[in-house]
Structures are given as C-alpha cells and as structure tokens.
C-alpha cells in the first residue's frame, strides 16, 4: 500500500507561489542598490567595508547550501529530499556571486593592506606572504573557487536531473562518490577563500582553523535559510504531503548539530591561541576581547550558541514549524553579528563603530540574491518526487512518524497514504 | 473451562515476523486501548517506543547529571587553581575560565554518559534473574531473528478471552500465554 509516487507528478504538477516573494526581494534590492549608491559616493572605504560583510554574508550561505546538498547525495535522508529543491536553486546562485564579487574587486586597495607595494615593500613578513597574497593571484583563485564549486554543483545537478528524468538510478552511485569527493573539496576550497577574503584583512594574523569556521558558519547559515523557506514554502503541494513532524525534528537536530560544530570551532580557535599566548596570534582576539567587541563576543557565546542550543534540545520545539522557523531567523541574525565582530574590527580596531552601510550592504546583495533565487526555485515543484532512494527512505520514516504522532498527538499533520 | 480455575499469568504474547509487522501490530494495541505492553525485538525499530507509549524521565536525570558534572569539573579546576595550589602561569588570572572549559566539557559528557548508563540500568530494574516472558516456548529467538508483542494482564482493558481474540487478529505467527 505504498504511495503511488508517480501519479503525484503528474496531477500535482502546482507551480509554487514564488512571486510574492520574489517581489518583496527586488523591492529591497532597489531599495539597498539606492543605499549603496548613496553610500559609494558620499564614503568610499566604508562602502567597500559594508559590501564585503554583505556579500560574504550571503556567499557563505551559498556555498553553505551547496555542502549541504553534497550531504544530502551522500546519505539521502528522507529530510534531504524535502529540502532538495531550495539546495539546488542555492548551488544556482553560485555564478551570480561570482559576478557580485566584482565590487571588492574595485576596492581591493581599500580593503586589504597587502595590496599596496609601498606597505608591503617595508614589511616583511608581508614581502614573504607577496607570492601568495598579491592581485593577479588572488582574482586566479577566484575565479577558480567558483569554477570548481558550479562545476561540480551544476554536474551534480544534472545527473540527478537525469535520474529524474529517464527514471534511470544508474547514476546514483557516480552521485555518491563525487558528492563526498565535492564535501572534502568545498572545506578544503572554502578554507582558501576564507583566507583570501577574510583572513587576509588582518595579513599579519593566522589561524589554521579559520577555513573551517568558515564553512561550518556557512552551512550553518544556509540550513536557517532552507528551514526559513522550508517552513515559509510548507503549504505547496506535493511538498506538503511528505513535511511530516518527523522531517521537521531531523531539520531542527542538524540544525542543532551545525549550532554546536560552529561553537565548537569558535572556541577551538579561541583555546588554542589563549593558551599560547604569542604576539603575533593573540592582537586579533585582544582587539575582539575589549569594550563594545568583547560585550558582542560574549554575546555570541549566548546568544549564537546557547540560546538556540537550549531550545532546540526540546523535541516539541523541533517538531514544531513556527518555533523552528523562529529559530532560524534568529540564527540568520546572529551570524550576521558572528560576521561584523569577524570582519568589522580590521579596519575599526579597537574603535567600535556600527555604519548604516553595514545593515544597507547585506539587504542590497541579500535582495539580489533572493530575487535570482527564487527565479531558480520557478517553474518546477518545490519537492523531488521520483527518486529511487526516497521511496525507501519514506517507508521507513512514515512508519516512524505515525507512531510519534499518534505519541504527541498532531495527528493532522501526517497525511493518509504516506505510511504503508 | 471456567475462568476462576485458570492460573494467573502474567500476559498473552504474540510473535510477529518483521519489526515492520510488529510495530503496526503495536500501534493497533495502543489504538485498541491497551497501555500495559512490552515490545520485544532483536533489533531496534524505529517508532516502538512511542508506539507501546514508553515514557521516561531519564533525559532530565542526564540533563541533571550534566549539570552535576559541568559544575564539578569547574569547581574542582577553581579549588586546585586558587585555592590549594595558586600557581602563576605567564601572568594569567588564578580563574582563567577559558582553560578550564575543555575540562569542564569533559565532565559534563562524562556525567551525563554515566548517568545515562547507570540510569538506564536502574529504570530496567537490571539485572533481573527471572522474568515470565522466558516461559514462552521461543522466545529466545527474540534476540536473533524473531519480534514479539506482549500485552500484560495488569492492563485495566485486560481479558484473557478477548485480548487473545483481538491479538489472533492482528494475525501474528504465533500467540500464547505467559505464564507467572
């Protein structure tokens, strides 16, 4: 008595109401490109800071979904395949950010101290750093990082489009294989771009860890944003029928899991460069440790970690969509404030200064990006629904979910059929 | 034969042959009504325990265990740091809680695991010599390949006649009594 998963396709083929969304994105990105004009002109240095927070903002929740569909080929959870659809429009936004990076491309000179000859010329740590950290290599590792990771996700895509399509799980394997080799490239590839970007604000600083950080904020960054859209997308059929409490608990549990890691790596960093105490090390967290950037840094501690790690141990609020939901915008905030206190004082020092640029930049590049986004999640429905492993994974975790559901009682929830 | 003369057991079970067959045959026992039952299987399937409504607080014993052991693990770096033995260690605070935190961490897992451990040891009553659900003839295959459903006469909704009727229902590959 299994879900008929074929008939599904074809007379729920419901385009999902994308476009309200979509409008809402485009009215900020016209209001934020405005802000941004306004800005660039009237103080340059403090566009380019702004852009740079704004635009790793969202690349790492770019590239965060595109961790978490390689994760999903490689163990194809049921929760993966309700999720499945906004990964892929995320892995689509890859070239854009691509072209959105241009700007800091513009204010390099602004940006980083190591592009200026005069400077680097007289220090030498910074002469010694020059084969890696100059222009022309910098924009070769760039570009390369984005052809690697659209490379891969657009291949990705396409084999399990081809899966879909001719109802041929030949490839399924091949997915596999290369969506584990892809996790392993996207850290080591995202730990290089993290130097590039972030890391080489403060050149003289380093940190082996940072690349890590990097990508387990991102991944973390971009499942708030799924559930976010999850959540808000919840009511679209065929979507609808498969979003069992069940699938919402596994949500919340990494969720869960990625807050933890996050926690875990933020204070591994810290640990270890506490502990040794060396000059050259210990200046970035000093600056970080004092008046207004320490008070935000023990903010993170409570507010990035513990806050969200205390409710989301409760069962009940991982089952429940809204507290879910409400969780993940939250979380969405705090990598912004996690974010400001990691890029912001390179330039400020101790000096804390908030600019409204800095709230301006990211709603500019977030609207773009969420506009480009939803014009990827178009015209198709917002759930995989022929897969060879979903069946499988659906038997299993409908079975499941009858017997929690009829425990906590949100009967209505699980629909008839699901469960054989 | 008359009931009186009967001997009391302890419940009747069922024998199901995949964890699948024995879980919807728990669900429609709990749908029934019946609550005093156990579930018996070879290997863990998902959903059972919500299904024979097994409740319990041992996640608050952990959660408390946890505590125990954050506080443990940082009170006892704070008596050997400031208090028995104040040491200087490059011009750092006597309370230096960032160096303490590994530690206290590891407390913190190792008390609720032991909690977890021993907690779940004492709930189960373990060990437990004699237990009636033995006396069922293959019943030992319940730990290598077989998956078993008993409902005890404690249950209010308990009758020999009509629980044995509504389990031959549920169409298990055996049924019997367990005897005390």
Partial sequence: MARNFNTIVNDENVQPKISGLQKKAIAVAVVGIALLVVGAISDSDQFYRSYLLGYIYWVIISVGMFALYALHNVVSGAWGFTIRRFLEAGVRTLPLMLILFVPILFGMHSLYEWTHTDVVAKDHILHQKAPYLNETFFIIRLVFYFVLWSGLGFYLMKLNRQIEENRDPSSLGKIQKLSAVTLLLIILSGTFAAVDWMMSLEPHWFSTIYGILFVSGGTLSGLALTIWLLVKFRGNRPLSDFLVPRIFHDMGTLLFTLTMFWAYISFSQFIIIWSGNVAEETPWYAVRMANEWGTIGWGLVFLHFALPWVILLSKKAKRNPQILSAVAIWMLAMRFMDLYWLIAPAHLRSTFSFHWLDIAAPLAVGGIWMAYYCQQLQGKTLMTVWDPRLQDAWHRIGNADAADSAYFGDTSSVKEGIHG | ?180
């Fill in chain 2, 1 to 180: 034969m008359e009931p009186a003369t009967q001997p009391p057991i302890y419940g009747l079970m069922a024998e199901f042959a995949t964890g699948e067959a024995l879980l919807d045959a728990t669900q429609r026992t709990s749908k029934a009504g019946y609550r005093q039952m156990d579930a018996y299987s070879p290997v863990p399937v998902e959903g059972i325990a919500e299904a024979i409504g097994f409740k319990t607080k041992l996640p608050w014993g952990v959660f408390c265990g946890g505590l125990t052991g954050a506080v443990f693990g940082m009170g006892l770096q704070y008596w050997a740091s400031v208090i028995y033995y104040p040491m200087n260690i490059g011009g750092r605070p006597m309370f230096s809680i960032p160096s303490f935190i590994p530690v206290t961490f590891e407390t913190t897992v190792l008390f609720s695991a032991l909690t977890a451990v021993f907690g779940m040891i004492i709930l189960n009553k373990l060990p437990m010599p004699y237990h009636p659900v033995f006396n069922v003839q293959g019943f030992d295959r319940a730990s290598t390949d077989r998956y078993f459903l008993a409902i005890e006469a404690t249950d209010p909704k308990f009758d020999r006649q009509r629980t044995w009727e509504f389990l031959e229902s549920l169409k298990p590959e055996n049924l019997a009594e367990v005897p005390h």
